[in-house]
């Protein structure tokens, strides 16, 4: 079908966006996220076009009736599109708009192969509004969608197309990206927001889409992480890249370099895309059917097997601003109420955004976010205080917030339940395992674990058993803990700015207090300050130093022979420790290598300036018994006054014998040393260059086969656009053969009609004598059968008196002359003719005979048939 064949309406007004969602295989899931994400009462129309087997049953209606609370309806010739309806179409029937009517046909031989429905009705959205018409390209094999939305991007409306990273089968949103008609490339899940970015804000379309890089910008990665602490790069790439560009164009930037000057100057900006990657999407009661399930098929059993005043305990990690915890904590209360149990519990939520956590303690939210909370609950566990409501404190108080990363911290243990929903599918395959195995670790045996409904399990799903396969509800089955080395990340410092301390609220004012392990948090970063304090009173002027030169830390007037600001990165002796003292520390490093654990002691003259010269003693001596040391303690004793006895100081640090022969045989091993390393590199670079040289051929090699199989491909190309040419003109043949085959048919019926009309009965032999064909007539007198065809008048046939017809027909088929006969047969006068007939076959070279008779009585009551 041509999509050009489409009639496009008049341009007008439109006040209901229509978003069209085109989806084929795999389709299910992508619009199961983004329903899930869309919002339910913005006033915005959904068409979702399916592109599917014209006889197949689509059960999408009551999948999507189940899960979300939007009006759902069947298209119907004439029917006028309404906000916030979604619409479905039928799997045998075009579908387009015209002035916000749907118009309807049904699949026809004129239309071609294959049917494509997402392209005829993207191109009957080219006459709306741009600014209100949105087209998502979803999951599905083929180009389905693609030429519909190159016409629907040129006429300046919206495009996107979901990630073929994420997309079960990539085929479609692939084809679209090629076309450099996609505006967005996206989750189904981040659609919805992309759509109201643009309602709000406009767009101003990239010129080529297709070409862009992926990846995002590793300057901007760098920026996040070294003013966040959070490692993005366990982040799916696409959604960076995607955030990144998106609060680019909000602010203006066409030049991704002003974009990362911006970020480097402004707080605020870098603010904005922190929270925009984070995506801290979560309401109260999100998918009531989720946590109807979690109720009774988790929190109930929860309640019910725990005994002995041990306390329930969740955790709710990526909480964002707080909804789903205070959520489920509401449930897991109303079901204890219910079982009557004396259970207590807690519900440990957590988020890396502070100013999330923040909001989530106070528990004020607006009545907007109240509205899907049913009413007698939201009465229950909130005040209402002016146009907002305040969490209860008693409910209150059973939730901790902390700030905690669950890519990089430790999990929290012996617990009941986790509630992670739509968090893992924003990141790489390898932190969604590693996350998952840390959850596999905190939880006890028998605990739950809830998942976002396009999430799964990885290749960790066989610990766990199915509850529930639609809301994605599991419940540990194994004894041992799944957590491997591998997974955990390094331990890191706290992220600046940040308190690991929880936050709890005892009363309205939001009070925050401590739990136990933020006790023991805090007591230790006291006992350090308490440390600190210490040294610096009491400590002598000294620094700490590791064998190898490395300078951990200084103490007291240390600092004075310490210069860090040329060189904040390596913090060596040889960088930072003023040259006046290098000597003296080298030759007791050496001393301590050669395992000599006496105090090594020398005076040396240090002048920070003409003005300004100061004497002191260095002493160096291990901290360990163990031979060598790793670590070495350089003490510095000054002096007030200029020694004029020891000749060791006249000339700052002049070198003992002893001293001069250490150091010496310490530069001859470094000489050999270097030595060494140079004909190592020597050899390395020469062999580099030949793997070089064998590096180069293999690329011409690999370019000639490259080549090769270009041209192979360009051949079979060729080839197959022969075999379709092919295959239409074997396709044209054989209709031809069929029309002859009915026209033989047909008169093979009128003859044996015209034959039973003059009473007239047929045999036709080929040249051997065998029975080719036979007239009805014959048939029915002589009660011939359809197996009788291919033998000889010897064996099968009519018998008469007067003649013998195998003889009469053998000198007709030798001579070629006719032959004739009369006679009496059974009461009737019947006459026979023997006629030559030339042969039908080039490779026969005998003449055939037919054999006609007359005199026969027409049978009564004789169906038509043709001749056999």
């Known amino acids: ?15 209901i966006p229509v978003i069209a969602l085109g989806a084929s295989a795999g389709g299910l899931k992508p619009l199961e996220a983004f329903f899930n994400t869309a919002p339910p009462s913005a006033g915005w129309c959904f068409v979702v076009i399916q592109h599917l087997s014209p006889d197949y049953r689509s059960m999408m209606k009551n999948l999507l009736e189940r899960q979300f609370h939007f009006r759902i309806q069947q298209v119907q010739d004439g029917l006028r599109i309404e906000p916030n309806t979604i619409y479905l179409n039928k799997p045998s029937e075009f579908v387009k ?4 009517r749907f118009r309807t046909r049904a699949y026809d031989e004129a239309d071609g192969l294959p049917h ?30 693609t030429r519909g939305a190159m016409a629907l991007h040129a006429t300046g409306a919206t495009i996107m197309a979901q990630s073929p990273d994420d997309a079960e089968f990539s085929s479609m949103p692939q084809s679209v990206l090629k076309s450099g008609a996609v505006d967005r490339i996206l989750l189904p899940s981040e659609m919805p927001k992309a759509v109201e970015d643009f309602l709000e804000y406009g767009k101003d379309a990239p010129e080529d889409m297709g070409g862009r890089d992926p990846r995002p910008p590793i300057e901007i990665q760098e920026i996040l992480k070294s003013q966040t602490d959070i490692d993005f790069s366990n982040y799916k790439p696409d959604l960076l890249a995607r955030r990144i560009e998106r609060r680019q164009q909000l602010h203006g930037f066409r030049d991704l370099e002003e974009y990362r000057q911006l970020l480097l ?57 707080g909804e789903e915890a205070y959520t489920i904590a509401i449930e897991l209360n109303e079901a204890i109420k219910a079982a009557q149990a004396d259970c207590k519990f807690r519900v440990i939520a957590t988020d890396v955004h502070r100013r999330s956590i923040d909001r989530a303690s106070a528990g004020i939210y607006s009545e907007e976010a109240m509205t899907k909370m049913p009413v007698a609950l939201r009465d229950r566990y909130f005040d209402r205080h002016r146009d907002h409501y305040i969490v209860e404190p008693t409910l209150r108080q059973k939730i901790i917030f902390s700030v905690h990363d669950a890519l990089s911290d430790p999990p929290f243990m012996h617990l009941d339940l986790i509630s992670c929903r739509n968090f893992l599918i924003y990141l790489k ?31 960790l799903a066989d610990e766990f058993a199915t509850v529930n396969q639609r809301w994605r509800l599991y419940r540990k089955t194994s004894d041992g803990h799944a957590l491997n080395r591998y997974h955990l990340p390094d331990r890191k410092t706290p992220r600046a700015g940040e308190h690991y301390a929880p936050v709890l609220a005892g009363n309205r004012n939001v009070a925050r207090t401590a739990t136990g392990d933020a006790i023991e948090l805090r007591n230790r970063d006291m006992l350090i300050k308490s440390y600190n304090a210490l040294l610096k009173r009491y ?34 002796v040889e960088d930072i420790v003023h040259p006046a003292l290098h000597f003296a520390i080298n030759v007791g490093m050496e001393k301590m290598r050669r395992q000599h654990p006496e105090t090594y002691t020398r005076r040396v003259k240090v002048e920070f300036d003409r003005d300004h010269v100061q004497h002191c003693t260095v002493s160096i001596e291990p901290l360990e018994q163990a031979m060598p040391p790793r670590f070495l303690l350089v003490s510095l004793r000054l002096m007030e006054t200029t020694p004029q006895t020891d000749e060791e100081t006249v000339a700052g640090p002049v070198a003992t014998d002893d001293d001069g022969a250490i150091l010496s045989k310490r530069i001859v091993e470094l000489e050999r040393d270097l030595r060494l390393t140079e004909e190592t590199l020597q050899q390395v670079t020469e062999r580099l260059e030949a793997s070089g040289e064998e590096l180069q051929a293999s690329n011409e090699e690999l370019q000639a086969s490259n080549e090769e199989l270009q041209a192979s491909n360009e051949e079979l190309q060729s080839s197959n656009e022969e075999l379709h040419a092919v295959n239409e003109e074997l396709t044209t043949v054989s209709a031809e053969h069929e029309l002859k085959i009915e026209e033989l048919s047909d008169l093979n019926e009128n003859m044996d009609l015209v034959l039973r009309l003059l009473n007239v009965g047929v045999i036709i032999l080929d040249g051997d004598g065998t029975i080719r064909r036979y007239s009805r007539l014959i048939g029915q007198v002589f009660k011939m059968q359809q197996h009788d065809i ?16 195998w003889k009469m027909a053998e000198e007709t088929i030798e001579n070629g002359t006719a032959g004739h006969a009369a006679g009496e047969h059974e009461g009737h006068r019947i006459s026979v003719g023997a006629h030559p007939v030339p042969p039908s076959d080039e490779d ?13 009585d027409q049978p009564e009551a004789v169906p038509a048939a043709p001749v056999s």
């Open 97 to 100: 708009l015209e002035n916000d």
């Open 844 to 856: 026969c070279d005998k003449n055939g005979a037919v054999l006609i008779f007359h005199g026969f």
């Open 1 to 15: 079908m041509d999509a050009n064949e489409i009639s496009t309406p008049p341009a007008g007004p439109a006040t």
């Open 265 to 321: 100057n402004n707080p605020i900006a870098l603010d904005e895309l922190y929270q925009d990657i984070l995506i801290g999407v979560t309401q109260f009661y999100r998918n009531p059917e989720a946590i109807t399930a979690l109720r009774k098929e988790a929190l109930d059993a929860i309640v019910r097997d725990k005994s002995g005043g041990d306390p329930v305990r969740i955790w709710v990690p990526a909480c964002a601003s």
């Open 116 to 145: 494509l429905p997402i392209d005829y009705f993207f191109n009957s959205l080219c006459g709306r509004d741009p600014a209100a018409t949105f087209g998502a390209v979803l999951s599905g094999s083929g180009s389905d969608g």
């Open 539 to 572: 400590a002598p002027s000294s620094i700490l130093i590791s064998s190898d030169g490395r300078v951990l830390s200084w103490f007291g007037a240390a600092s004075a022979f310490i210069d860090t600001m040329n060189n904040l990165a390596d913090w060596t």
């Open 429 to 459: 395959p390898e932190a969604r395992t590693r996350i998952v195995s840390m959850f596999l670790f905190g939880l006890r045996r028998d605990g739950y674990m809830l998942l976002g409904p396009s999430e799964s399990l990885g290749p």
């Open 790 to 805: 291919g033998r000889t008048l010897e064996v099968v046939g009519p018998r008469f008196d007067f003649v013998d017809l």
